[in-house]
């Protein structure tokens, strides 16, 4: 059993930052591989970027790709989600993921999520 903790959303203008946290419970967060994916109002939930579980290998959405650095700290048990030259098309609710298998994209295929934690960017 995985529990996940979001943290750091916020209001922030275009072409601003925010790094997220997502803090992870239990004895087993070295073996599962991380994800992040987001909601906008009215849309669907769509994958953001994945990390594996040693951190190695990372993957990202086209949208994000060259903006957004995942990353983890196994010794902390949290998983980061550095986001750079924010855009408003990134607003959404941000959740963190947890999944045996890496580089999933389908958010059906996760076992574990957390509450969610609201990014805004204004124009």
């Known amino acids: 059993q995985v529990q996940l903790v979001e943290s750091g959303g916020g209001l922030v203008q275009a072409g601003g930052s925010l790094r997220l946290s997502c803090a992870a419970s239990?004895?087993?967060?070295?073996?599962?591989?991380m994800a992040w994916f987001r909601q906008a109002p009215g849309k669907e939930r769509a994958f953001v970027a994945v990390?594996?579980?040693?951190?190695?290998?990372?993957y990202y959405a086209d949208s994000v790709k060259g903006r957004f650095t995942i990353s983890r700290d196994n010794a902390k048990n949290t998983v980061y989600l550095q986001m750079n030259s924010l855009e408003p098309e990134d607003t959404a609710v941000y959740y963190c993921?947890?999944?045996?298998?890496?580089?999933?994209?389908?958010?059906?295929?996760?076992?574990?999520w957390g509450q969610g934690t609201q990014v805004t960017v204004s124009s």
């Open positions: 990390i594996d579980s040693s951190g190695g290998g990372t």
């Open positions: 993921a947890a999944d045996r298998v890496y580089a999933r994209i389908v958010p059906g295929r996760y076992d574990y």
């Open positions: 239990g004895r087993t967060f070295s073996s599962y591989a």
